[in-house]
């Protein structure tokens, strides 16, 4: 049995023969392998995209779809299946979107439990980092022209949407607190592609999904140190663009990620 | 009242009944029904099924969350934490203003502040740990306390360590600093039950539903202050010399 049907037959997914899928599996080898979880979005497609250029990239979801890189199908259940994903990785890159259409139930439960699942694992495979990926609508129930940083208290809402991603932040704090991983927690305004939104009114919380991808690759390279704005082990940056209306300052990613917003709709 | 309880039939359940069937009129719920007889009538409720519990509330004046799950890994957060998701759903849809929820002292005060502290209070920031009863349980708090924040419902949230029948233990036998008894853990929810909402200091608030103990280190203060808890049975024997 060759590599590609051993790897096919456990559940990754390896396509075509191109040099960019030579890339891939190059890459999926190299020692600074990182984990992307809701593979199956375009999110973690753009991401995985940035990172493998000079990383080890595998990508996992709940339902595999082919990709230029490895991809596991996972349920992140409390299994053997979710402890093999984590063996070997450096950091995860956890996207934690639930499926698309997901009711109420099953984006808690995909925010929490899951999110759990992965961490604990990860914790046991020496796993250093994990970021997480939440949202800066936890923030918008401030007075629009408050400058709200990262140190202020998040305010979710009930839509569950907003109040899964606070649940999963609040999980993955404990493991930071604990010391048993490197949180560090991206709040994302609204994710869109700047040619897809190109000539329309621009949304006060737009971050283009490329300037994600960079937010992450700053955040998988950041030092992480005691500072005045959060201990070592766990770390809130706000991630958006940055153009005149937008609505969240996003100086602290600027000074501890070398992120640099570039999309002026 | 009517009141709804969930999870009535536990550790717990048969006590806070005991407390309140004098004064309210009650419905109890749980996945198993009652070991003994009783006058109440019961639904079988799976709480983390939104459609039993909102069928259950119907009707209701207030709700309180027995229900606990401390082990198995996706029933603990399908309970813990999703059953409070439903509760409060289920409060806000049915106009019920009152959800006493409850829980292990780790729900907020975890072995940072445990192995620590003294003094602790409940109204610190949660430190719940990884510790899957914990957190689960600390979720669905935080899941009552965002409700709380939007919508015109009030939840006290009760939080307990170990319970002893002072007829059972002995001088000396020593426990764990934060202890109440059954009897008196009933009173508390006679109390929470009574209480006017107004009088809260806010829609969300957390008691230690504790006797009073000797060691300091956690304290039952504003259970006495706000709730107007006198527990009455003195458990200071437990670390006295036998």
């Known amino acids: 049995m060759n590599r590609r049907h051993f790897l096919q037959g456990a559940g990754i997914l390896l396509t075509g023969g191109s040099s960019l899928d030579r890339e891939a599996q190059a890459s999926s080898q190299n020692e600074r392998r990182i984990l992307i979880t809701s593979g199956e979005t375009e999110l973690a497609q753009v991401i995985a995209d940035h990172l493998g250029r000079d990383r080890g990239v595998r990508l996992t979801g709940l339902t595999a779809v082919p990709s230029r890189f490895p991809f596991t199908a996972c349920q992140l259940d409390h299994d053997s299946a979710t402890d093999e994903l984590v063996q070997g990785v450096e950091a995860i890159v956890h996207v934690a979107d639930p499926p698309a259409g997901a009711g109420e139930r099953e984006q808690i439960d995909h925010l929490t439990r899951r999110t759990y699942n992965l961490a604990r694992a990860a914790v046991d495979a020496g796993v250093e980092r994990l970021l997480f990926l939440s949202t800066l609508e936890l923030m918008t129930g401030y007075d629009e022209d408050f400058l709200v940083s990262e140190r202020w208290r998040p305010l979710p809402t009930t839509q569950p949407s907003v109040l899964a991603r606070h649940l999963g932040e609040y999980t993955c704090r404990e493991f930071a607190r604990e010391q048993k991983l490197q949180v560090i927690v991206l709040r994302l305004g609204k994710v869109v592609k700047a040619a897809a939104v190109k000539g329309q009114a621009a949304d006060p919380l737009w971050v283009e999904e490329r300037e994600v991808a960079q937010a992450v690759a700053g955040a998988l390279d950041a030092k992480l140190s005691d500072h005045a704005q959060g201990v070592g082990r766990w770390r809130v940056f706000n991630v958006q663009s940055e153009f005149p209306g937008s609505r969240f300052p996003v100086a602290n990613a600027k000074g501890a990620l070398g992120y640099r917003p570039w999309f002026k709709p | ?242």
């Open chain 2, 1 to 242: 009242m009517k009141v709804l309880i969930i999870g009535a039939t536990g550790y717990l359940g048969p006590h806070v009944v005991k407390a309140l069937e004098d004064h309210h009129q009650l419905l109890l719920t749980d996945i198993k029904p009652p070991k003994e007889n009783t006058p109440h009538p019961f639904q079988r409720v799976d709480v983390s099924s939104m459609e039993q519990v909102q069928r259950a509330a119907e009707g209701m004046d207030a709700i309180l969350n027995l229900s606990v799950l401390r082990e198995h890994r996706r029933i603990a957060f399908d309970v813990n934490a999703l059953g409070c998701y439903n509760i409060m759903r289920a409060a806000v849809d049915h106009g019920i203003r009152r959800v006493i929820n409850t829980g292990p002292h780790f729900t907020i005060t975890g072995p940072l502040y445990e192995g620590i502290d003294h003094g602790i209070t409940p109204d610190v920031p949660p430190h719940p740990s990884t510790i899957l009863y914990a957190l689960t349980k600390s979720l669905g708090q935080e899941i009552c306390r965002v409700f709380s924040q939007h919508h015109d419902v009030y939840v006290l949230d009760y939080l307990f360590y170990n319970f002893r029948d002072p007829k059972q233990v002995k001088r000396g036998s020593g426990g764990v600093p934060f202890i109440v008894s059954w009897d008196d853990a009933g009173e508390a929810f006679r109390l929470g039950l009574e209480i006017e909402l107004d009088r809260l200091p806010s829609r969300c608030e957390i008691f230690f539903i504790s006797a009073d103990m000797p060691q300091g280190k956690f304290l039952n203060e504003k259970t006495r202050r706000v709730l107007g808890f006198k527990p009455k049975d003195d458990l200071a024997f437990l670390w006295r010399r036998p």
